[in-house]
């Protein structure tokens, strides 16, 4: 069982930045892929990044490559996001997620935070 805690949100104007961190529990949080999904009002949880078990590897939806970047810290059990050039259009409850393979490019995980809000004004 891995538990996972988001922090991080909040309100910043467009262009402006935030820093996602999400602490995971559990001895094996090393061995998992990691990843960050987002879900707006009235619409499905979509995919935003994905970073491998070795942070070696990541993967980036279209609409924030070049302006989000994934990372992690296996010594903390923390895997991070920034958020860079923030649009309204990022406006999301943003989740951490977890998996027992290595790395996975989609919405499909094992383990689930409780999301954090970022609202980006215009």
């Known amino acids: 069982q891995v538990r996972l805690v988001e922090s991080g949100g909040g309100l910043v104007q467009a262009g402006g930045s935030l820093r996602l961190s999400c602490a995971a529990s559990g001895r094996t949080f090393s061995r998992y892929g990691m990843g960050w999904a987002r879900q707006a009002p009235g619409k499905e949880r979509e995919f935003v990044a994905a970073i491998s078990w070795s942070g070696t590897s990541t993967a980036y939806t279209d609409s924030v490559k070049g302006r989000f970047t994934i990372s992690r810290d296996n010594a903390k059990n923390t895997v991070y996001l920034q958020m860079n050039s923030l649009k309204p259009e990022d406006t999301a409850v943003y989740y951490c997620?977890?998996?027992?393979?290595?790395?996975?490019?989609?919405?499909?995980?094992?383990?689930w935070g409780q999301g954090t809000q970022v609202t980006v004004s215009s």
């Open positions: 997620a977890a998996d027992r393979r290595t790395f996975v490019i989609g919405a499909e995980y094992d383990y």
